[in-house]
C-alpha cells in the first residue's frame, strides 16, 4: 500500500529542506531558524501521518490535526524577522504561535468543536498566504534585515511559500471532502502523492535560492564605467543624473558613497539594508529611494557594485585564486559573485583577469 512509503518519502524531503535551510545565509538567525522549525513540523507531520495510515496508530490522530496550525506562521514570521527589529520579533512570535496553540488545543478539550478543525486549518492557509502576499507587494526595500544580496532570492522564496500554503490549502479541502464523501481511498492518495509532491517543490525552492544562477545582464548607466582597463582601485562611478532627482537624495547617496568607501562595509557579507541605513541615521526607506532615484537600481545591486570593484582590483593586481577573492571581496557564493560582476564588467572574473594581464604585458 503506498500510503506508508509516500509519506515516509515526504518525511525524508521535508528533513533535507531543514539542513538546507539550516545551512543558509540569509543575514538573520532568527528567520533561519523559523524557516527550518516550519519544515521541522512539516517533517513531523508527515511522519505521524505515515505512522497513522500506515501502521493504524490513531492515537497519533490528535498530534497529526494539530501540527498544520503552525507551518503558516512559522513561515511568515521567518519573513517577518527580515523585515522587523529583533526587538519586534518575541511578541509578535508569541502571538501568532500563541494562537495557533489556542486554536489546536481547544478543539481537542471541547470535542463539539472537533469538526471545525479542518476550517481552521484552511483558514490559517489562507490567512498566511495572504500575508505573505501583503508583504512581497511591499517591495525590496520590506527585507531590511536581510543580507542585501540574499533579498532578490528571498522574494522569489517568498512567492513560493505563498504558493506553497496554497496549494496545501486545496489539498487539504480535498482531503476533507473526500473523507465527508467517504472515498477514504482517494482521501489517502491525496494524502501520500500531495505531500510528496508539495515537499519536493518546497525543496527545489530551497536549493534555486541557495544556488540561484541568472544570466548576465547588460551593464546599466552606473556600470558603464567598469570595464577592463577601467581603474579597479576605486569605487564604482555614480550613475548619470537626471535633472528632477531630489537634492536630498543626492546628498544621501553621495553620504552612502564615502561611508562605504571609507569603512568597506560592503565586505561584510551579511550587511543589511537596517544596518547601513543605521550607520547614516536615516530611515532605511529613505536610504532605498535616494539609492533608486540616483543609481537606478536597488541597494543590494548599488552595494555589489562596490565588492565587483573590490573583486576586480584583486584579480588584477594579485594572484589569489577566484574562490579566494569571493570571500575576501563580500559575497556570499561563487554563483552570486560570477552574476554579479558578469552583469557588471561583461565577462566572466578569469576572462577579467586574463584581459587585465594582456595590457599590462
Not at 30 to 52: D, Q
Not at 298 to 308: E, H, L
Not at 326 to 350: A, H, M, V, W
Amino acid at each position: 500500500m503506498l500510503t506508508l512509503p509516500l509519506p515516509i518519502l515526504t518525511f525524508v524531503l521535508a528533513a533535507v529542506a531543514c539542513a538546507l535551510l539550516w545551512r543558509l545565509e540569509i543575514g538573520n538567525t532568527l528567520a533561519r531558524r523559523l524557516f527550518t522549525a516550519a519544515f521541522a513540523v512539516i517533517a513531523t507531520g508527515t511522519l505521524l501521518t505515515g505512522l497513522r495510515f500506515g501502521y493504524g496508530l490513531q492515537q497519533l490522530v490528535a498530534l497529526q490535526r494539530m501540527i498544520p496550525l503552525c507551518v503558516g506562521p512559522l513561515i511568515y514570521l521567518g519573513f517577518a524577522a527580515l523585515s522587523r527589529p529583533a526587538e519586534a520579533m518575541p511578541p509578535l512570535v508569541k502571538g501568532h504561535l500563541g494562537v495557533a496553540a489556542l486554536a489546536a488545543l481547544v478543539p481537542q478539550l471541547l470535542p463539539v468543536l472537533r469538526p471545525g478543525l479542518d476550517l481552521l486549518i484552511a483558514a490559517s492557509y489562507l490567512i498566511y498566504a495572504s500575508l505573505l502576499l501583503v508583504l512581497w507587494r511591499r517591495g525590496s526595500e520590506a527585507l531590511t534585515h536581510a543580507a542585501l544580496q540574499a533579498v532578490p532570492g528571498l522574494r522569489h522564496w517568498m512567492l513560493g511559500a505563498c504558493t506553497l500554503l496554497l496549494a496545501m490549502l486545496v489539498f487539504d479541502i480535498g482531503i476533507a471532502i473526500s473523507f465527508a464523501l467517504q472515498h477514504a481511498g482517494q482521501a489517502l492518495a491525496l494524502i501520500s502523492y500531495g505531500s510528496v509532491l508539495l515537499m519536493a517543490f518546497a525543496v527545489l525552492a530551497i536549493v534555486v535560492l541557495v544556488r540561484r544562477r541568472a544570466a548576465p545582464v547588460a551593464a546599466g548607466p552606473a556600470q558603464a564605467s567598469a570595464r577592463p582597463g577601467a581603474d579597479t582601485r576605486q569605487s564604482p562611478e555614480p550613475a548619470s543624473i537626471a535633472c528632477d532627482v531630489d537634492p536630498d537624495s543626492l546628498e544621501l547617496e553621495k553620504a552612502a558613497r564615502l561611508l562605504l568607501n571609507k569603512t568597506r562595509l560592503y565586505l561584510d557579507k551579511g550587511l543589511t539594508l537596517d544596518r547601513l541605513a543605521k550607520r547614516l541615521h536615516v530611515p532605511a526607506r529613505s536610504l532605498s529611494r535616494a539609492i533608486n532615484q540616483t543609481q537606478a537600481q536597488n541597494v543590494s545591486r548599488y552595494v555589489n557594485g562596490f565588492r565587483a570593484s573590490h573583486a576586480a582590483s584583486l584579480l588584477a593586481t594579485s594572484e589569489l585564486s577566484v574562490t579566494a577573492i569571493t570571500d575576501q571581496s563580500g559575497f556570499l557564493s561563487r554563483s552570486n559573485f560570477y552574476r554579479e560582476f558578469e552583469r557588471i564588467y561583461g565577462c566572466s572574473p578569469k576572462a577579467y583577469r586574463a584581459q587585465m594581464q594582456q595590457q599590462a604585458g
